[in-house]
C-alpha cells in the first residue's frame, strides 16, 4: 500500500526571494474575525498586543489556532485551486478543528505582528507522535513578500515541532524554485531527503518536488545521523535502474477479442475492475502470507472490508484512486491488484502501488508485466506527466522490481518505522511519463 501521501503545495509564487515583508502589504478588506457559530456569542482571538503569547513568535508573524471566524479569509489559509466562499470556509473550518485526532491536520494561522493581519498558515499532521509532515502557505497575493512569510513560518514550526512537541522526524514538501524556502530549511538544519523531478506545475512551468527532512538532535545522538538520502538537487541516474518487464501487448495490439470486462490486455494477464469476489480471495491469502519482509508479518483482513476500500474509490468521478485487479488471461484467475493513488489533476502526478497476495505469482514478472499495463494507463490515459512510487526499506524485492520497471531512485525518508527493533526507512522512486515512452519505443 502507498506510503500516507505528502501534500503538495500547489501555488507558490515562481522564484520568490526573502525581501523586505513591509512590501506589497494587502489592505484588510474584512474584520480578522466575525462569530463563532453564527449564535449570539461572537469570538474574537485576542490581538497579539494583549494576548501575551510567548511562543511560536518570530520577528514580524506569530502563529495561533485557526478559529471559527477565520473563513473570513479563505485565501489565506486554503492551499487550493478550487475556490471557496466565506460560508462554506467557515463550515470547513469548524469540522476540522472539531475533528478529533490522531491523524487530524491542524492549521496554525501566521498574522502579523504589527496588525493582526493574517497572512498564510503553517499545517503539520502526525498519526503517531513519533514522525509528521509540516507545510507552510502564504496567500501568494502578497507577491515577493509571502517568500518571506513562509520562511519565517517554517523557523517557527519545525523547531517546536522537533525540540518541544518531540517528534522524531518532520518532512517538508519545497517545489524546487522555491529558494526561500530551501535556504529557510537549510538554516534550521534540515537536509534535502528526496527529489521528485518535475511533479509540480507551477504557474505554468515545471518544478521538483523536494522533500526536507528534519530530525530530532536528541535522538540523532542517540541513534546516530542517518544515511543521507539525497544531497542536492535530484540524484544522478542509478546504473541498476533498466526498462524491462514489459509485455509484448505494450508494443502492439494482441490479437483477437479481449478477456471480459479487460480495460489493460498484457501477454499473461490484464487488468479490470476489482470486485467482492476478488477481496474475499484476498483476505484467504493473508492468512497464508508467509513473507514478512515487505510489511509487518500477516495481516487480519477482513474480506467486508476489503471490498468496502475498494469500492469506495469507484465513488469519485474524476478518480483520486484507480484500482485494478490483475487476473491470470489463460484461467481467468485473480492474483493481485495495482493502482494508481493520490492522483493530482492539476498537478498530473500520482502514485503507484502493487500487491500479489498470491505468493505463488510473486517474483516471476507478473508484477512487472501489470506495473507496464498499469504505466500505459497512467501515461496515456489519464495523461499524468510523472508517477512515484515509495518502498519500505527491507523490501529489497519491490525496490529491485521498480528498477527493472524503469523507475529511478528519488532519495529515502528516515525513521519512518520498526522492523526487528530497529528503526526502518522509506525508499522514494519516480518515473517520467517521457522517460517510459521513449524506452517503450515512441508509443
Ligand atoms: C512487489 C511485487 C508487486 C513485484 O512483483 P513481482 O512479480 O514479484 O516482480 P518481478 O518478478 O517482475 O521482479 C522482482 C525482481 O526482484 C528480484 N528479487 C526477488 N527477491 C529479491 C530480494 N529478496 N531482494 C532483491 N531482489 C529480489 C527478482 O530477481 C526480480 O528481478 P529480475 O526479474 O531482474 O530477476 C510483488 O513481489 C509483491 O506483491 N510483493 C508483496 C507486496 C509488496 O511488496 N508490494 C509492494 C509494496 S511497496
Redesign the pocket.
Same mark, same amino acid.
Not at 523490501?395 to 519491490?398: L, P, V
Given at each position: 500500500m502507498p506510503r500516507h501521501a505528502l501534500t503538495g503545495r500547489a501555488d507558490a509564487p515562481k522564484d520568490s526571494l526573502i525581501m523586505s515583508v513591509t512590501t506589497t502589504i494587502k489592505p484588510q478588506t474584512t474584520s480578522p474575525a466575525a462569530t463563532s457559530d453564527g449564535d449570539s456569542k461572537p469570538f474574537r482571538p485576542a490581538p497579539f498586543a494583549e494576548a501575551n503569547q510567548q511562543f511560536l513568535v518570530g520577528e514580524t508573524l506569530y502563529l495561533r489556532a485557526l478559529e471559527p471566524g477565520d473563513g473570513q479569509h479563505p485565501t489565506v489559509w486554503r492551499d487550493s485551486p478550487y475556490p471557496i466562499n466565506t460560508d462554506k470556509a467557515e463550515e470547513l473550518i469548524k469540522k476540522e478543528i472539531e475533528k478529533p485526532g490522531p491523524g487530524k491536520t491542524v492549521r496554525l494561522l501566521a498574522c502579523r505582528r504589527v496588525d493582526d493581519q493574517p497572512v498564510g498558515v503553517a499545517t503539520y499532521s502526525t498519526w503517531n507522535w513519533l514522525n509528521g509532515d509540516a507545510s507552510v502557505y502564504a496567500d501568494p497575493a502578497y507577491g515577493d513578500a509571502a517568500g518571506a512569510y513562509r520562511a519565517e513560518m517554517l523557523g517557527l514550526i519545525v523547531p517546536w515541532l522537533l525540540d518541544e512537541r518531540d517528534l522524531m522526524v518532520v518532512w517538508v514538501n519545497v517545489a524546487g524554485n522555491d529558494r526561500a524556502l530551501i535556504e529557510a530549511a537549510g538554516a534550521i538544519g534540515m537536509h534535502q531527503a528526496t527529489c521528485l523531478r518535475e511533479a509540480y506545475w507551477l504557474n505554468g512551468r515545471r518544478e521538483d518536488w523536494l522533500t526536507f527532512e528534519g530530525l530530532n538532535r536528541g535522538w540523532e545522538a542517540k541513534l546516530g545521523r542517518p544515511e543521507a538520502g539525497i544531497t542536492v538537487g535530484c540524484a544522478p541516474d542509478d546504473p541498476r535502474r533498466r526498462f524491462e !518487464?514489459a509485455p509484448s501487448a505494450i508494443f502492439r495490439h494482441p490479437a483477437g477479442d479481449p478477456p471480459k470486462d479487460a480495460l489493460m490486455v498484457g501477454d499473461r494477464i490484464f487488468l479490470r475492475a476489482y470486485t467482492p469476489d476478488d477481496a474475499r480471495r484476498e483476505s484467504t491469502w493473508g492468512r497464508q502470507e508467509s513473507e514478512t519482509f @515487505?510489511d509487518n508479518g500477516r495481516g487480519l483482513h477482513s474480506a467486508h472490508g476489503l471490498e468496502r476500500w475498494n469500492r469506495k474509490h469507484m465513488d469519485d468521478d474524476p478518480a483520486g484512486w484507480v484500482r485494478f485487479a490483475i487476473v491470470l488471461k489463460e484461467t481467468g484467475e485473480f492474483i !493481485?491488484s495495482n493502482g494508481i493513488a493520490d492522483i493530482d489533476w492539476v498537478h498530473k502526478t500520482a502514485e503507484t502501488e +502493487? @500487491?500479489?497476495p498470491n505468493t505463488a505469482y *510473486? #517474483? #516471476? #514478472?507478473?508484477? +512487472?508485466e501489470a506495473k507496464h499495463l498499469l504505466l500505459a494507463y497512467s501515461f496515456e490515459r489519464l495523461g499524468l506527466h510523472t508517477v512515484r512510487s515509495y518502498?519500505?526499506g527491507p523490501?529489497? *524485492? +519491490?525496490q /529491485? /522490481?521498480l528498477r527493472?520497471q524503469g523507475y529511478r531512485d528519488a532519495g529515502r525518508f528516515h525513521w519512518t518505522g520498526l522492523k526487528n527493533a530497529e528503526w526502518t526507512h522509506d525508499m522514494s522512486f519516480d518515473l517520467l511519463a517521457d522517460e517510459w515512452r521513449e524506452r517503450i519505443g515512441g508509443r
Open positions: !518487464g @515487505f !493481485g +502493487s @500487491f500479489i *510473486r #517474483g #516471476g #514478472g507478473y508484477g +512487472s518502498v519500505w523490501n529489497t *524485492r +519491490s /529491485a /522490481a527493472k
